[in-house]
């Protein structure tokens, strides 16, 4: 089954039984509780030769499979992707390490960034296949799957006397990945073709832990390849939020939110970063709006509706004043990037004239 008739498939399963793939999200933000990483790998020592590893593979789409191990394989599952991180949390105890929220700060030396799992919704998804979808994922075949098309990997570590399981997880580039006539196997000292066969390599480095509801970030580039988050800005983001709220009258549709609207569209939270929504008064901006034509409407009360992305890209774009009216021609625009004008200065102004 192709990765398109397998996400049909699990939608429509999971619509039998009362639940789509997206809907345990609502579960990683109800009881929460932070983890305090550094007991929980102390704790983890006294059952580290008996975890069960599974492993699973997730594509571009978040589409899950999962995997058949050699026992040779499998037993290199743990020293791949778990001793060096424990070394990492239980060494970084003497050293001084301490835990941050990775929105509040950028990465630093001896500090472990941290963010709630529900912040990252990409995740959520590829998580919920395990937790809860296993009858629907597929083993992995390369026939009718193809290996340069896997995105990561994660094991998911339990144990029969451990509560919950914990999740570890790894991007897998391309270039680490050969395949056919790309590389050719060494066997007693002869290069042969590599016919028929597919091998990739695991990257050694930490990347992701996920630890109840926490996600432990070792590797910033590798949270944004994998799962396109952007702590920082996605912080920044819910501050501009809270400014347009305090500054505009909104109506949205019932079940969204600013917050919800924005959530996984990178291009609208990064021009949302730049915004300084107290510089605009709210009638200005609908005036603005039915001057350029945008559309922008009104309920009864004066408060601006929102009712999909569309309303959601214009009411941005008119905050970021992104249209604009020839004086010259009286056409209108939609400014896709702006650049300030520098003053020339006097030198530069007399240029022109002292030119022979």
């Known amino acids: 089954m192709d990765d398109e008739k397998q996400t049909e ?3 429509k399963d999971s619509a039998a039984a009362g639940q ?28 580290i030769d008996d975890l069960k590893i599974d492993l699973y593979f997730f594509n571009k789409n978040n589409t899950v499979y999962r995997t058949k191990l050699g ?4 037993r290199q599952l743990r020293p791949l992707f778990l001793d060096e991180i424990l070394e990492f949390i239980l060494g970084g105890v003497e050293k001084g390490l301490i ?24 995740l959520v998804e590829v998580l919920n296949w395990i937790k809860h979808e296993q009858g629907n994922i597929e083993v992995f075949n390369e026939q009718e799957h193809d290996l340069k098309r896997i995105k990561g990997v994660v094991a998911h570590c339990t144990h029969k006397d451990m509560p919950k399981p914990f999740y570890l997880l790894k991007s897998l580039p391309t270039s680490q990945i050969m395949k056919g006539h790309t590389a050719w196997l060494l066997k007693d000292n002869v290069f ?4 028929g066969m597919s091998a990739l390599k695991i990257p ?61 569209k990178p291009s609208t939270i990064k021009k949302m970063q730049k915004l300084e929504p107290g510089k605009i008064k709210q009638q200005d901006l609908i005036d603005h709006s039915d001057e350029m034509g945008v559309g922008l409407m009104t309920d009864d009360s004066g408060a601006i509706i929102i009712m999909d992305d569309r309303d959601l890209t ?19 625009f939609e400014i896709l990037k702006k650049r300030p004008l520098k003053p020339l200065d006097d030198e530069e102004l007399l240029a022109p004239q002292i030119r022979p």
Do not use: H
């Open 71 to 74: 026992g040779d394989v499998a």
């Open 192 to 195: 042969k073709p590599f016919e």
């Open 99 to 122: 835990v941050r929220d990775f929105e509040e700060a950028e990465a630093e030396d001896n500090v472990l960034q941290r963010t709630q799992v529900k912040n990252v919704d990409k």
């Open 314 to 332: 214009r009411f941005v774009n008119l905050l970021n004043e992104d249209y604009f009216e020839s004086p010259m021609t009286g056409e209108r």
């Open 204 to 264: 050694g480095e930490n990347q992701l832990l996920v630890v109840g509801q926490d996600l432990f970030v070792f590797n910033q580039a590798k949270l944004k390849a994998l799962f396109g988050y952007d702590a920082k800005a996605a912080s920044v983001a819910i501050k501009k939020v809270k400014e347009i709220e305090e500054n505009f009258k909104l109506s949205f549709a019932e079940g969204i939110s600013l917050q919800s609207l924005i959530k996984g």
């Open 9 to 11: 498939a699990l939608t």
């Open 20 to 47: 789509d793939i997206l809907a345990p999200v609502d579960a990683w933000s109800k009881d929460y509780e932070e983890i305090d990483v550094f007991a929980w790998a102390n704790n983890l020592v006294q059952y």
